[in-house]
Protein backbone atom coordinates (compact mmCIF):
# COMPACT_ATOMS: atom_id res chain seq x y z
CA UNK A 1 0.00 0.00 0.00
CA UNK A 2 1.42 3.34 -1.13
CA UNK A 3 1.37 5.76 1.39
CA UNK A 4 2.31 10.00 1.38
CA UNK A 5 2.95 12.27 4.12
CA UNK A 6 1.82 16.55 4.26
CA UNK A 7 2.72 18.16 7.11
CA UNK A 8 0.98 21.42 6.86
CA UNK A 9 0.06 24.71 9.27
CA UNK A 10 -2.86 25.86 10.01
CA UNK A 11 -2.68 29.57 10.70
CA UNK A 12 -4.45 31.27 13.06
CA UNK A 13 -5.89 33.50 10.32
CA UNK A 14 -7.48 30.96 8.90
CA UNK A 15 -9.94 30.62 11.73
CA UNK A 16 -13.29 30.59 10.71
CA UNK A 17 -12.95 29.39 7.14
CA UNK A 18 -12.38 26.61 4.71
CA UNK A 19 -10.06 25.74 2.29
CA UNK A 20 -8.37 22.74 0.39
CA UNK A 21 -5.14 21.30 0.10
CA UNK A 22 -3.90 19.24 -2.76
CA UNK A 23 -2.54 15.87 -2.82
CA UNK A 24 -1.98 13.31 -5.92
CA UNK A 25 -3.86 9.78 -6.22
CA UNK A 26 -2.15 8.21 -8.66
CA UNK A 27 -3.20 4.95 -11.19
CA UNK A 28 -4.49 1.88 -10.34
CA UNK A 29 -5.76 3.03 -7.03
CA UNK A 30 -8.88 1.31 -5.41
CA UNK A 31 -9.37 3.42 -2.13
CA UNK A 32 -7.97 6.68 -0.66
CA UNK A 33 -7.54 6.63 3.16
CA UNK A 34 -6.64 10.32 5.02
CA UNK A 35 -5.50 9.87 8.57
CA UNK A 36 -4.77 13.17 10.53
CA UNK A 37 -3.80 14.36 13.90
CA UNK A 38 -2.61 17.55 15.65
CA UNK A 39 -2.64 19.17 18.79
CA UNK A 40 -6.15 19.21 20.70
CA UNK A 41 -5.45 20.24 23.93
CA UNK A 42 -5.62 23.85 23.26
CA UNK A 43 -8.73 24.05 22.05
CA UNK A 44 -8.10 23.75 18.37
CA UNK A 45 -10.81 22.05 16.22
CA UNK A 46 -9.86 21.32 12.51
CA UNK A 47 -12.48 19.50 10.22
CA UNK A 48 -11.93 17.35 7.53
CA UNK A 49 -13.69 16.38 4.14
CA UNK A 50 -12.48 15.19 0.86
CA UNK A 51 -13.14 16.08 -2.83
CA UNK A 52 -12.12 13.81 -5.95
CA UNK A 53 -10.14 15.21 -8.71
CA UNK A 54 -13.48 15.77 -10.53
CA UNK A 55 -14.35 18.24 -8.15
CA UNK A 56 -16.63 16.07 -6.78
CA UNK A 57 -17.42 16.26 -2.96
CA UNK A 58 -16.61 13.03 -1.44
CA UNK A 59 -17.84 13.66 2.07
CA UNK A 60 -17.36 15.97 5.51
CA UNK A 61 -16.76 14.34 8.77
CA UNK A 62 -16.01 17.77 10.66
CA UNK A 63 -13.71 16.84 13.44
CA UNK A 64 -15.50 13.41 14.51
CA UNK A 65 -13.55 11.36 12.91
CA UNK A 66 -9.51 10.73 12.64
CA UNK A 67 -9.60 9.11 9.25
CA UNK A 68 -11.34 8.48 6.41
CA UNK A 69 -11.69 6.52 3.55
CA UNK A 70 -13.50 7.33 -0.29
CA UNK A 71 -13.09 3.94 -2.55
CA UNK A 72 -14.45 1.91 -5.03
CA UNK A 73 -15.79 -0.54 -2.90
CA UNK A 74 -15.51 0.62 0.75
CA UNK A 75 -16.39 3.79 2.19
CA UNK A 76 -16.52 5.51 6.07
CA UNK A 77 -20.31 6.22 6.54
CA UNK A 78 -21.43 9.61 4.60
CA UNK A 79 -18.55 9.36 2.37
CA UNK A 80 -19.29 8.10 -1.31
CA UNK A 81 -18.08 5.04 -2.50
CA UNK A 82 -17.49 5.22 -6.34
CA UNK A 83 -14.53 4.59 -8.65
CA UNK A 84 -11.33 6.42 -7.65
CA UNK A 85 -10.18 8.92 -9.84
CA UNK A 86 -6.32 9.64 -11.00
CA UNK A 87 -5.17 13.07 -10.62
CA UNK A 88 -5.57 15.98 -7.99
CA UNK A 89 -7.63 15.06 -4.89
CA UNK A 90 -8.53 18.00 -2.23
CA UNK A 91 -8.07 17.61 1.06
CA UNK A 92 -10.90 19.81 2.82
CA UNK A 93 -9.77 21.70 5.88
CA UNK A 94 -12.16 23.19 8.23
CA UNK A 95 -10.19 25.83 10.43
CA UNK A 96 -12.80 25.87 13.54
CA UNK A 97 -10.83 26.81 15.86
CA UNK A 98 -7.29 27.97 15.72
CA UNK A 99 -4.71 28.66 18.96
CA UNK A 100 -2.27 31.68 18.79
CA UNK A 101 0.94 30.83 16.18
CA UNK A 102 -1.29 28.41 14.62
CA UNK A 103 -1.66 25.03 14.75
CA UNK A 104 0.24 22.05 13.08
CA UNK A 105 -1.53 19.14 11.21
CA UNK A 106 0.27 16.12 9.88
CA UNK A 107 -2.12 14.68 6.94
CA UNK A 108 -1.49 10.62 6.05
CA UNK A 109 -2.47 9.34 3.07
CA UNK A 110 -2.97 5.88 1.83
CA UNK A 111 -3.75 4.24 -1.18
CA UNK A 112 -5.43 1.36 -1.31
CA UNK A 113 -4.11 -0.85 -5.11
CA UNK A 114 -5.69 -2.97 -7.07
CA UNK A 115 -4.53 -6.47 -6.71
CA UNK A 116 -5.57 -9.99 -6.90
CA UNK A 117 -7.27 -11.50 -3.94
CA UNK A 118 -9.41 -14.02 -1.95
CA UNK A 119 -12.44 -13.03 -1.66
CA UNK A 120 -15.43 -14.96 0.22
CA UNK A 121 -18.89 -15.11 -0.66
CA UNK A 122 -22.38 -16.94 -1.23
CA UNK A 123 -23.10 -17.36 -4.62
CA UNK A 124 -27.21 -19.23 -3.44
CA UNK A 125 -29.39 -16.59 -1.43
CA UNK A 126 -33.21 -15.94 -1.33
CA UNK A 127 -34.22 -13.03 -0.08
CA UNK A 128 -38.48 -11.71 0.34
CA UNK A 129 -38.54 -10.90 -3.17
CA UNK A 130 -39.49 -14.35 -3.39
CA UNK A 131 -39.99 -17.15 -0.60
CA UNK A 132 -37.10 -15.82 1.75
CA UNK A 133 -37.27 -14.23 5.01
CA UNK A 134 -35.25 -11.27 4.54
CA UNK A 135 -34.77 -8.54 2.47
CA UNK A 136 -31.61 -7.51 0.81
CA UNK A 137 -30.66 -4.91 3.17
CA UNK A 138 -31.00 -7.23 6.19
CA UNK A 139 -28.83 -9.98 4.29
CA UNK A 140 -26.55 -7.37 3.52
CA UNK A 141 -25.92 -6.74 7.57
CA UNK A 142 -26.25 -10.17 8.03
CA UNK A 143 -23.29 -11.49 5.02
CA UNK A 144 -21.18 -8.55 6.99
CA UNK A 145 -21.80 -9.78 10.11
CA UNK A 146 -20.35 -13.21 8.82
CA UNK A 147 -17.06 -11.66 7.17
CA UNK A 148 -18.53 -12.36 3.48
CA UNK A 149 -17.21 -10.47 1.10
CA UNK A 150 -19.95 -10.94 -1.54
CA UNK A 151 -23.38 -12.07 -2.03
CA UNK A 152 -25.75 -13.02 -4.63
CA UNK A 153 -29.40 -12.71 -4.56
CA UNK A 154 -30.91 -16.07 -6.53
CA UNK A 155 -34.48 -15.22 -6.51
CA UNK A 156 -37.08 -17.99 -8.17
CA UNK A 157 -37.93 -16.28 -11.54
CA UNK A 158 -38.27 -12.77 -10.40
CA UNK A 159 -35.32 -9.91 -11.15
CA UNK A 160 -37.30 -6.78 -10.19
CA UNK A 161 -34.83 -6.39 -7.06
CA UNK A 162 -31.70 -6.32 -8.96
CA UNK A 163 -32.55 -2.75 -10.80
CA UNK A 164 -32.61 -1.38 -7.47
CA UNK A 165 -29.41 -3.60 -5.47
CA UNK A 166 -28.02 -1.44 -2.36
CA UNK A 167 -24.14 -0.64 -2.47
CA UNK A 168 -23.22 -1.73 0.49
CA UNK A 169 -19.36 -0.71 1.60
CA UNK A 170 -17.28 -4.12 2.07
CA UNK A 171 -19.71 -5.97 0.32
CA UNK A 172 -20.41 -6.69 -3.08
CA UNK A 173 -23.91 -7.58 -4.14
CA UNK A 174 -24.49 -9.82 -6.92
CA UNK A 175 -27.78 -9.46 -9.08
CA UNK A 176 -28.96 -12.87 -10.24
CA UNK A 177 -32.23 -14.57 -10.78
CA UNK A 178 -32.50 -18.74 -10.12
CA UNK A 179 -34.07 -19.89 -12.87
CA UNK A 180 -36.65 -22.39 -11.38
CA UNK A 181 -38.10 -25.36 -13.38
CA UNK A 182 -39.77 -28.58 -12.57
CA UNK A 183 -36.83 -29.97 -14.71
CA UNK A 184 -34.32 -28.69 -12.74
CA UNK A 185 -32.90 -25.15 -11.36
CA UNK A 186 -29.96 -23.10 -13.04
CA UNK A 187 -29.02 -19.45 -11.49
CA UNK A 188 -28.74 -17.08 -13.97
CA UNK A 189 -25.30 -14.57 -12.00
CA UNK A 190 -24.18 -11.44 -12.88
CA UNK A 191 -27.17 -9.39 -15.05
CA UNK A 192 -30.15 -7.87 -14.21
CA UNK A 193 -32.86 -8.67 -16.19
CA UNK A 194 -31.34 -12.17 -17.70
CA UNK A 195 -34.28 -13.15 -19.65
CA UNK A 196 -36.74 -10.70 -22.24
CA UNK A 197 -40.67 -12.43 -21.50
CA UNK A 198 -41.29 -14.71 -19.10
CA UNK A 199 -39.37 -17.50 -17.22
CA UNK A 200 -41.66 -20.20 -18.64
CA UNK A 201 -40.45 -23.38 -20.65
CA UNK A 202 -42.22 -26.50 -21.79
CA UNK A 203 -40.15 -28.00 -23.98
CA UNK A 204 -36.16 -28.12 -24.59
CA UNK A 205 -36.19 -26.28 -27.48
CA UNK A 206 -37.48 -23.09 -25.04
CA UNK A 207 -35.20 -23.81 -22.53
CA UNK A 208 -32.06 -23.66 -24.55
CA UNK A 209 -33.97 -20.12 -25.99
CA UNK A 210 -33.54 -19.12 -22.63
CA UNK A 211 -30.25 -20.42 -21.32
CA UNK A 212 -29.09 -18.74 -24.62
CA UNK A 213 -30.84 -15.50 -24.22
CA UNK A 214 -29.35 -15.47 -20.68
CA UNK A 215 -25.62 -16.37 -21.81
CA UNK A 216 -26.05 -13.72 -24.54
CA UNK A 217 -27.09 -11.10 -21.93
CA UNK A 218 -23.79 -11.69 -20.22
CA UNK A 219 -25.27 -13.85 -17.51
CA UNK A 220 -23.06 -16.69 -15.98
CA UNK A 221 -25.33 -19.91 -15.63
CA UNK A 222 -24.75 -22.46 -12.67
CA UNK A 223 -26.91 -25.67 -12.41
CA UNK A 224 -28.24 -26.18 -8.98
CA UNK A 225 -28.15 -28.87 -6.52
CA UNK A 226 -28.13 -31.24 -9.74
CA UNK A 227 -28.73 -34.28 -7.56
CA UNK A 228 -31.23 -33.02 -4.99
CA UNK A 229 -33.76 -35.60 -4.09
CA UNK A 230 -36.82 -32.60 -4.29
CA UNK A 231 -35.77 -30.79 -7.71
CA UNK A 232 -33.18 -32.67 -9.33
CA UNK A 233 -31.40 -31.62 -12.67
CA UNK A 234 -33.59 -33.68 -15.62
CA UNK A 235 -33.02 -31.35 -18.58
CA UNK A 236 -31.30 -34.04 -21.39
CA UNK A 237 -28.62 -31.24 -21.78
CA UNK A 238 -25.39 -30.57 -20.16
CA UNK A 239 -24.19 -27.64 -22.61
CA UNK A 240 -26.63 -25.23 -21.72
CA UNK A 241 -24.93 -24.81 -18.00
CA UNK A 242 -21.26 -22.95 -17.68
CA UNK A 243 -20.85 -23.96 -13.81
CA UNK A 244 -21.68 -26.64 -11.59
CA UNK A 245 -23.20 -26.17 -8.17
CA UNK A 246 -21.54 -29.03 -6.37
CA UNK A 247 -22.30 -28.29 -2.76
CA UNK A 248 -25.82 -27.12 -1.90
CA UNK A 249 -26.64 -25.64 1.80
CA UNK A 250 -25.33 -28.63 4.68
CA UNK A 251 -22.94 -31.17 3.38
CA UNK A 252 -24.89 -34.18 2.86
CA UNK A 253 -25.52 -37.00 0.27
CA UNK A 254 -27.18 -34.57 -2.79
CA UNK A 255 -23.41 -32.66 -2.42
CA UNK A 256 -21.40 -35.84 -2.63
CA UNK A 257 -23.62 -36.93 -5.42
CA UNK A 258 -23.16 -33.24 -6.91
CA UNK A 259 -19.03 -33.76 -6.30
CA UNK A 260 -19.11 -36.97 -8.25
CA UNK A 261 -21.26 -35.53 -10.92
CA UNK A 262 -18.98 -32.93 -11.95
CA UNK A 263 -15.61 -35.45 -12.14
CA UNK A 264 -17.60 -37.59 -14.37
CA UNK A 265 -18.03 -34.35 -16.47
CA UNK A 266 -14.29 -33.43 -15.62
CA UNK A 267 -13.65 -37.39 -17.11
CA UNK A 268 -15.18 -37.07 -20.04
CA UNK A 269 -13.61 -33.61 -21.34
CA UNK A 270 -15.44 -30.90 -19.63
CA UNK A 271 -13.86 -27.81 -17.91
CA UNK A 272 -16.55 -26.73 -16.07
CA UNK A 273 -15.72 -25.13 -12.49
CA UNK A 274 -17.22 -25.91 -9.26
CA UNK A 275 -19.47 -23.84 -6.90
CA UNK A 276 -21.54 -23.49 -3.89
CA UNK A 277 -24.14 -21.85 -2.04
CA UNK A 278 -26.22 -21.93 1.15
CA UNK A 279 -29.30 -21.69 -0.88
CA UNK A 280 -30.41 -19.28 2.02
CA UNK A 281 -34.00 -18.77 2.53
CA UNK A 282 -34.87 -18.07 6.71
CA UNK A 283 -33.32 -17.79 9.60
CA UNK A 284 -34.58 -21.05 11.19
CA UNK A 285 -33.42 -24.87 9.72
CA UNK A 286 -30.14 -26.21 9.13
CA UNK A 287 -29.18 -24.27 6.16
CA UNK A 288 -27.02 -20.82 6.97
CA UNK A 289 -26.02 -18.00 5.13
CA UNK A 290 -22.41 -18.43 4.40
CA UNK A 291 -22.12 -22.29 4.76
CA UNK A 292 -20.68 -23.20 2.52
CA UNK A 293 -18.69 -19.94 0.40
CA UNK A 294 -16.87 -20.01 -2.75
CA UNK A 295 -13.50 -18.69 -2.21
CA UNK A 296 -12.05 -17.21 -5.74
CA UNK A 297 -8.99 -15.22 -6.07
CA UNK A 298 -10.45 -12.13 -8.08
CA UNK A 299 -8.79 -9.15 -9.74
CA UNK A 300 -11.46 -7.45 -7.76
CA UNK A 301 -13.76 -6.80 -5.72
CA UNK A 302 -16.25 -5.72 -8.61
CA UNK A 303 -18.87 -7.93 -9.95
CA UNK A 304 -17.69 -8.25 -12.96
CA UNK A 305 -14.33 -9.44 -11.42
CA UNK A 306 -15.60 -11.74 -9.19
CA UNK A 307 -17.70 -13.54 -11.71
CA UNK A 308 -14.73 -13.53 -14.07
CA UNK A 309 -12.76 -15.45 -11.38
CA UNK A 310 -15.75 -17.77 -11.40
CA UNK A 311 -15.94 -18.62 -14.71
CA UNK A 312 -12.30 -19.05 -15.20
CA UNK A 313 -12.34 -21.84 -12.05
CA UNK A 314 -10.05 -19.57 -10.00
CA UNK A 315 -11.65 -20.81 -7.07
CA UNK A 316 -13.04 -23.53 -4.05
CA UNK A 317 -15.68 -24.17 -2.13
CA UNK A 318 -15.62 -25.06 1.61
CA UNK A 319 -17.56 -24.87 4.81
CA UNK A 320 -17.51 -21.09 5.32
CA UNK A 321 -15.25 -18.46 5.96
CA UNK A 322 -13.43 -20.37 8.71
CA UNK A 323 -13.31 -23.68 6.87
CA UNK A 324 -10.61 -25.39 5.28
CA UNK A 325 -7.97 -22.93 2.94
CA UNK A 326 -6.86 -25.02 -0.45
CA UNK A 327 -3.82 -24.20 -2.47
CA UNK A 328 -3.02 -25.63 -5.98
CA UNK A 329 -0.36 -24.59 -7.75
CA UNK A 330 1.68 -25.56 -11.16
CA UNK A 331 4.18 -23.85 -12.80
CA UNK A 332 3.12 -20.37 -11.16
CA UNK A 333 -0.54 -21.09 -11.53
CA UNK A 334 -3.53 -22.13 -9.81
CA UNK A 335 -6.71 -23.25 -10.04
CA UNK A 336 -8.33 -22.88 -13.22
CA UNK A 337 -5.13 -22.85 -14.90
CA UNK A 338 -4.36 -25.15 -18.58
CA UNK A 339 -0.62 -26.75 -18.29
CA UNK A 340 -0.20 -26.98 -21.86
CA UNK A 341 2.69 -29.27 -24.03
CA UNK A 342 4.31 -31.97 -21.51
CA UNK A 343 4.10 -35.33 -19.99
CA UNK A 344 4.49 -34.75 -16.46
CA UNK A 345 4.49 -31.68 -14.05
CA UNK A 346 5.28 -30.48 -10.90
CA UNK A 347 1.71 -30.39 -8.85
CA UNK A 348 2.20 -28.58 -5.52
CA UNK A 349 -0.50 -28.98 -2.98
CA UNK A 350 -1.86 -27.77 0.60
CA UNK A 351 -4.73 -26.88 2.89
CA UNK A 352 -4.55 -25.23 5.83
CA UNK A 353 -7.18 -25.25 9.01
CA UNK A 354 -7.76 -29.10 8.70
CA UNK A 355 -9.60 -30.47 11.49
CA UNK A 356 -8.15 -34.18 13.47
CA UNK A 357 -9.33 -36.86 11.65
CA UNK A 358 -9.04 -35.35 8.05
CA UNK A 359 -7.44 -35.98 4.95
CA UNK A 360 -6.25 -33.83 1.85
CA UNK A 361 -6.21 -36.37 -1.65
CA UNK A 362 -5.08 -35.04 -4.82
CA UNK A 363 -8.17 -36.57 -7.65
CA UNK A 364 -7.30 -37.22 -10.96
CA UNK A 365 -8.79 -38.91 -14.24
CA UNK A 366 -8.52 -42.09 -12.83
CA UNK A 367 -8.73 -41.38 -9.24
CA UNK A 368 -6.94 -40.85 -6.10
CA UNK A 369 -3.03 -38.87 -7.06
CA UNK A 370 -2.00 -38.43 -3.91
CA UNK A 371 -3.41 -38.43 0.23
CA UNK A 372 -2.02 -36.85 3.00
CA UNK A 373 -3.17 -36.13 6.53
CA UNK A 374 -1.98 -32.57 8.49
CA UNK A 375 0.12 -32.14 10.52
CA UNK A 376 -1.49 -29.25 13.14
CA UNK A 377 -4.03 -28.67 10.81
CA UNK A 378 -1.41 -28.26 7.81
CA UNK A 379 -0.73 -29.82 4.73
CA UNK A 380 1.85 -28.52 2.01
CA UNK A 381 3.68 -31.06 -0.61
CA UNK A 382 4.49 -31.64 -3.86
CA UNK A 383 4.19 -34.07 -6.56
CA UNK A 384 4.29 -35.40 -10.06
CA UNK A 385 1.33 -35.93 -12.29
CA UNK A 386 1.45 -37.47 -15.82
CA UNK A 387 -0.96 -39.24 -17.28
CA UNK A 388 -4.33 -37.29 -16.04
CA UNK A 389 -5.98 -34.20 -17.84
CA UNK A 390 -7.32 -33.07 -14.52
CA UNK A 391 -6.37 -32.56 -10.79
CA UNK A 392 -8.61 -30.90 -8.11
CA UNK A 393 -8.62 -31.14 -4.08
CA UNK A 394 -10.61 -32.92 -1.77
CA UNK A 395 -10.26 -32.20 2.11
CA UNK A 396 -12.25 -34.36 4.06
CA UNK A 397 -13.02 -36.07 7.55
CA UNK A 398 -12.47 -39.71 7.65
CA UNK A 399 -15.94 -41.26 8.67
CA UNK A 400 -16.05 -44.97 10.27
CA UNK A 401 -16.60 -47.36 8.07
CA UNK A 402 -14.51 -45.62 5.18
CA UNK A 403 -16.62 -43.17 4.57
CA UNK A 404 -15.57 -39.13 3.78
CA UNK A 405 -17.80 -35.85 5.18
CA UNK A 406 -15.92 -33.26 2.66
CA UNK A 407 -14.58 -30.15 3.80
CA UNK A 408 -13.74 -28.29 1.05
CA UNK A 409 -13.22 -29.34 -2.66
CA UNK A 410 -11.74 -27.13 -5.28
CA UNK A 411 -11.11 -26.62 -8.98
CA UNK A 412 -8.91 -28.53 -10.99
CA UNK A 413 -5.80 -27.70 -12.82
CA UNK A 414 -6.25 -28.84 -16.43
CA UNK A 415 -3.04 -30.46 -18.48
CA UNK A 416 -2.66 -30.83 -22.06
CA UNK A 417 -0.50 -33.39 -23.34
CA UNK A 418 2.74 -32.38 -25.21
CA UNK A 419 1.58 -32.53 -29.02
CA UNK A 420 -1.94 -31.95 -28.30
Given at each position: ???????????????????????????????????????????????????????????????????????????????????????TWQILIGAYHVQAGGVKVR??????????????????????????????????????????????????????????????????????????????????????????????????????????????????????????????????????????????????????????????????????????????????????????????????????????????????????????????????????????????????????????????????????????????????????????????????????????????????????????
Amino acid sequence: MKQTVIEHLVEKSREGSYYSLPFQVPEGVCAVTVSYRYQKLAGNIIDLGLENAQGQFLGWSGSSRSSVTAGEFDATPGYLMAPVQTGTWQILIGAYHVQAGGVKVRYEISFQERSRQWLFGDLHVHSDASDGQHDIPTLAKKAKKLGLDFLAVTNHNNYSENFSLPRVPGLTVIPGVEWTHYKGHMNFLGIQQPFSGSFIANDLTQMRRITREARESGALISVNHPKCGLCPYLWEDDQSFQLVEVWNGPMRQVNRDGIAWWTVLLRQGRRIPAVGGSDFHRDRGPVRLGNPVTAVYADSPAIGDILAAVAQGRSYVSSGVHGVRLDLQCGGQTFGAVMDGGSAWELTFGAERMPVGSVLRVIGQDGVLAERKPNRGVIRDTIQVCGTRFAYLLAALLLPGGGTYPLAVSNPIYFVPEGE
